[in-house]
């Protein structure tokens, strides 16, 4: 008896001794994923350039609105430019762009901080939720480690600041129940998410989310707080589009409704799943506990409406961010999972009684799928100091086409080839093609605003938005017509034009409608092929044999 | 108002996933017929049928939990 006593007592032991040993590996692994991820930040809040094609047209809706232009104008005018996003995240940006003009820095350090923000704030849903503080710290943590958010965390783009807005209105309104002041949670909440759907549409899922567990709830009150809440979101939506001419519903709903591919979304989600599959695990165990044995929470409600909406990461321009807004709710139902197996803290329903006594191995094994998602998380710089020695260590090599870098998530299509650490050899060939655009004073055609900026110029067009458009222009309408931009290439009035092609490419190509590639190739000849950030810049000045206007 | 509002009950909840599950079903062979191609399912088409199915299974599911709030 005393002899089977003791060989529990120590088999307990041992598994408490293997959970605080799986939680020490899990911290040091993330601990490291923090570290590449503030080194990755920093190195391209220091970056002058684009990094991610497109960073610089949103830098570009910035300038606009701090000049108090409208972003949202007509394409087929000179300079054939809008921008296809709300505008929330570029009007924060203003006071930068007055103090500091037209910089990459400071939108980059604000979305980078916006991530922050984000970790934070699951890791104080998590707390909340189960006081477990380490556990709330590893699923903050989870939510930076991810291969995705590290990807966008640092950059330009207002994507990861609706994650926060986001995440702040899910993580305001759960404790709705317990509250005195509902009607206080309930109004920060909706402008929390009013404020996340003018980042960027995408948020409409969050939006939809939380109304739908309102709804269930209280279904009367749902409806009440709907209500004004369409109104004052439809109302401003409608007061910009009349205000634009229309321009606004072209260039933010009719130029993202683009061609759909579903292998590119089936290769995402089985990259999703493979990357973040230990936590989704447990994301998906708590989602099935409130379903079957408790009330849904507002995370598991928001987790299935983010998983839905990834369906859209199969559209054409769309790619891994759109898996963002899951990740955050995963990373809080994951942590709550595992504070309430490592705080023995479940109301367990009499059917899963027996449960109680697999608690401890639970743990163990809640605290191994935190080490299995850090393990397969990783990405890591080879050529800096100590990274180097860890991807030694650990036996790591490029996988991916920068030679320094390694990214466990490989590639699919959609999946943005970035994450590496822009070399000096980037920034001074960068600087090598802002010379070609300084070179004439006409103005340039970039697909990179960058160049355009560091010389000076005008930025003209916005490839991307021209190609969704001209592509969805049907015989009946027309949404953009080339043919003012076609005569201004056919007529040299471009000094350079600078197009962005994988290495190893021979032929023009470029995110403009193809006509207008057309044109640049009757007008241009290529001068210069130059390397950055593991692509090829083409630099293309007029046909000599043609004559200048 | 918060005191006599209707909360939503597994029940309810599983009815409301049977309902839209159903819908979603009968839309998408809908949409097919409209278009003349009834029958001749493209992969979208079929994984959407087959997420309607689960949809309405999952419901199903539900109904025996009663009037616990959803």
């Keep these: 008896m005393i002899g089977t006593l003791e060989s529990a007592r120590s088999a307990q032991r041992a598994l408490l001794i293997a959970q605080r040993a799986l939680l020490g590996i899990a911290l040091l692994f993330m601990a490291l994923h923090l570290a590449v991820y503030f080194v990755y930040a920093a190195h391209l809040i220091a970056f002058p350039f684009d990094y991610d ?11 606009l609105l701090s000049q108090f232009q409208s972003p949202y104008r007509d394409n087929a005018v000179y300079p054939f430019y809008a921008s296809n996003y709300p505008p929330l995240y570029h009007v924060i940006l203003v006071p930068f762009a007055w103090l500091f003009g037209a910089e990459y820095w400071y939108g980059r350090l604000v979305s980078f901080v916006t991530t922050l923000i984000t970790a934070a704030a699951i890791g104080y849903a998590v707390q909340r939720d189960t006081g477990q503080r380490i556990v709330a710290l590893l699923s903050g943590c989870a939510f930076l480690a991810s291969n995705y958010i590290y990807h966008i965390g640092p950059l330009f783009r207002q994507h990861i600041s609706m994650i926060m807005l986001e995440t702040l209105a899910v993580v305001v309104i759960a404790p709705l129940s317990q509250s005195a002041r509902p009607r206080r949670l309930i109004l920060l909440s909706l402008a929390l998410l009013l404020a996340a759907g003018y980042t960027k549409q995408l948020a409409v899922a969050t939006v939809a989310a939380v109304f739908i567990w309102l709804f269930l709830r209280g279904v009367r009150r749902a409806i009440a707080w709907a209500i004004p809440f369409a109104a004052i979101a439809g109302g401003l939506f409608l007061l910009i589009d009349w205000s634009t001419g229309g321009q606004w519903w072209l260039n933010i709903i009719t130029a993202n409704v683009n061609q759909y591919i579903l292998g590119q979304y089936v290769g995402l989600l089985a990259q999703f799943v493979a990357l973040h599959g230990a936590l989704l695990l447990l994301a998906g165990l708590m989602l099935v506990y409130e379903l079957y044995f408790d009330r849904l929470s507002v995370y598991s409600v928001w987790f299935v409406a983010a998983m839905l909406n990834t369906v859209l990461a199969g559209k054409w321009g769309a790619g891994d961010s759109y898996f963002a807004t899951a990740i955050a709710a995963m990373c809080i139902l994951a942590g709550i999972f595992a504070g309430r197996t490592l705080g023995n803290a479940w109301r367990l329903p009499r059917l899963l009684a027996g449960m109680q006594r697999a608690m401890p191995a639970l743990s163990v094994a809640v605290c191994a799928a935190f080490v299995l998602y850090s393990a397969a998380v990783i990405k890591l710089p080879l050529d800096m100091p100590i990274f180097a020695q860890i991807a030694q260590l650990l036996g790591l090599q490029s996988n991916t086409k920068f030679p320094n870098f390694y990214d466990s998530a490989g590639w699919t299509m959609g999946y943005a080839t970035l994450g590496q650490i822009p070399t000096a050899q980037d920034i001074a060939n960068g600087w090598r093609i802002v010379e070609y655009a300084k070179a004439d004073p006409r103005p340039i055609l970039s697909e990179e605003a960058a160049f355009s900026f560091r010389s000076g110029k005008p930025v003209v ?39 962005r092609r994988e290495i190893g490419q021979t032929a023009i190509i470029g995110f403009y409608p193809p006509p207008v590639l057309a044109a640049i190739e009757r007008a241009y000849t290529l001068h210069q092929a130059i390397p950055m950030n593991g692509y090829e810049y083409t630099v293309l000045l007029p046909s000599a044999e043609r004559n200048l206007p | 108002m918060g005191t006599t509002d209707l909360v939503i009950t597994k029940r309810m909840l599983g009815a409301l996933l049977i309902a839209l599950g159903a819908l979603a079903f009968i839309g998408i062979l809908l949409l097919d017929a409209l278009r003349g191609t009834l029958g001749d399912f493209g992969p979208a088409q079929a994984l959407a049928l087959a997420g309607s199915l689960g949809l309405g299974l999952l419901g199903a599911s539900l109904l025996p939990l009663g009037d616990r709030p959803a």
């Excluded at chain 1, 094609?53 to 300038?63: A, V």
């Excluded at chain 1, 001209?470 to 949404?479: D, F, I, P, S």
Aim: no cysteine.
């Design chain 1, 461 to 499: 067009t916005n490839p991307t938005q021209l190609l969704n458009l001209y592509n969805n222009n049907t015989a009946e309408r027309t949404l953009y017509d080339p043919a003012a931009l076609i005569a201004m290439i056919e007529a040299r009035a471009f000094s350079a034009v600078i197009l």
């Design chain 1, 53 to 63: 094609q497109g960073e610089g047209f949103e830098l570009n809706d910035t300038i």
